[in-house]
């Protein structure tokens, strides 16, 4: 249609909707006719507005992400002498008080368990949340018998072996230690910072047994550890279920001895309060681990050479079970009045890990079973990376992929900062910061393409621009 005929259209149109208003009583029938006339000249101006591009989309959040970000002056810990450390040392972090100022728990993920800056940036922000905002107890995705051990002899013994008494030697580096360091000086202080943990896996032996004073007894339970760790990696489920009866009895006749034995384990774990009732639970959870877990890491041993992961998950599925019922245990009987921070793997905080697509893991893990008013009172911040060189759990080198267009990474590092902090929690969907509302890929381990909507996983990021793998201390 010609310009010179649409006006002729339009123009009839306004004179039947004049009518229409002077039929319908309308006192100046004129008032219909400039909406019309705004349209003709729109249309002659062709100003109608197109749907944005992708890439128009992405600069967009990249603008606002510049905008609302905020960036970390240092992921270096803090040094710790006879006082405390200045306040004015965690300037750069005073954005989180507001954030965490009624949460109970504060998760401290990781996309990878290699990254030497993780172990650095977290060690930091574990400073500020326990000096700054009184969170003191610091529970780790490690053995709840471990921590128990490594808290209880925290005064006799170095930092480094604190260290490697307590959590899992993924963790064990040069840029951990100040951790250890940090907590054995806050210990005789009036706000000592307590070590725990909440896993339920094997780790090495969690006690010599000499409370015991029964050296047979104390025997068989090394034996039966070294036993239980043998099994749990073989493929001989009908050796294994001949073997278990007797394991467990040791593990039972040793939980028998906690009553006849307090005063014996309050001497040899003079720094652990609560050794008790952590030694009854951590023996029960080894016998819950002989009877129920070590039969499905078994069977998903035997499965995954056929490449059938099902009993791979149902093994992930029992250990992040026992792993939020560890954690509320710690929570409720033994500190219920003290704030958490928790150390674990950006998969096992996540509030909805079913959710990710292209997850090694896509099953619930402990973050997504927690009880609603836990998450309420908590705050998740995933850690992640944007390039440079990671471990994977046996200490090996892998390269850190470069961003995928659009992506959490991507997105993040556009602040061209090499510390990038950004809230979800707090948002609402808005033009430049819906890209947390809606799925975009990231990388887990570095390489590992996954999908998910941010901010149904997390209440906050951290993205460090540039990675490299720890400096392992053996």
């Known amino acids: 249609m010609s310009k010179g005929k649409k006006r002729k259209v339009l123009l009839s149109l306004s004179i039947a909707l004049t009518s229409f208003a002077a039929f319908n009583g309308v006192s100046n029938a004129s008032t219909a006719v400039p909406a019309l006339e705004e349209r003709v000249a729109v249309e002659n101006n062709s100003e109608v507005k197109q749907a944005r591009t992708s890439n128009e989309t992405l600069q967009d959040w990249k603008k606002w992400t510049n905008d609302h970000a905020y960036s970390l002056t240092s992921i270096q810990p803090e040094t710790v002498g006879q006082q405390k450390i200045p306040s004015d040392k965690f300037e750069d972090l005073e954005m989180l008080k507001p954030l965490l100022h009624d949460k109970r728990i504060v998760f401290l993920g990781e996309s990878s368990h290699g990254v030497a800056e993780f172990n650095l940036a977290k060690t930091r922000i574990i400073q500020f949340l ?108 009908k050796g294994y279920q001949k073997a278990k009866p007797s394991i467990i009895e040791v593990y039972k006749q040793v939980k028998a001895q906690i009553p006849l034995k307090e005063k014996e384990l309050k001497a040899a774990y003079p720094s652990e309060p609560h050794i008790v009732k952590l030694m009854e639970r951590t023996l029960a959870d080894r016998i819950r681990l002989a009877d129920e877990y070590v039969e499905l890491s078994i069977q998903s041993n035997i499965d995954l050479e056929q490449y059938n992961p099902e009993s791979f998950y149902k093994a992930m599925e029992w250990r992040d079970q026992a792993m939020m019922e560890n954690l509320l245990w710690l929570a409720e009987e033994v500190y219920p009045t003290e704030k958490f921070i928790v150390w674990a793997h ?27 008013i836990y998450k309420k009172y908590s705050y998740v911040l995933g850690l992640y990376m944007a390039g440079g060189e990671t471990a994977d759990n046996l200490g090996g080198p892998m390269a850190v992929l470069p961003p995928v267009k659009g992506s959490i990474e991507d997105i993040l590092s556009s602040t061209n900062k090499p510390y990038t902090f950004i809230d979800l929690r707090n948002r609402q969907n808005e033009r430049g910061n819906s890209w947390m509302f809606e799925p975009r890929l990231s990388y887990s381990w570095g390489s590992m393409q996954e999908s998910l909507v941010p901010r149904d996983q997390y209440d906050g990021i951290l993205l460090i621009d540039k990675v490299s793998k720890p400096n392992y201390i053996k």
């Open 346 to 372: 950006n998969d096992h905080i996540r509030k909805a890990q079913s959710e990710v697509m292209g997850s090694p893991y896509p099953v619930k893990l402990m973050g997504e079973r927690l009880p609603d």
């Open 130 to 237: 326990h000096q700054e905002m009184g969170y003191n107890v610091l529970a780790f995705e490690s053995g709840m018998g471990n921590a128990m051990n490594a808290q209880g002899q925290i005064d006799k013994q170095t930092a480094q072996q604190t260290m490697k008494d307590s959590i899992f030697p993924v963790w064990w580096s040069k840029e951990t230690l100040p951790l250890f360091e940090y907590t054995k000086k806050t210990q005789n202080t009036d706000q000592p910072l307590k070590l725990a943990g909440f896993d339920i896996q094997q780790q090495n032996p969690f006690t010599n047994g000499d409370w015991l004073q029964n050296s047979q007894l104390a025997k068989q339970f090394s034996e039966a550890e070294k036993q239980l760790a043998e099994w749990s990696f073989g493929k001989d489920l």
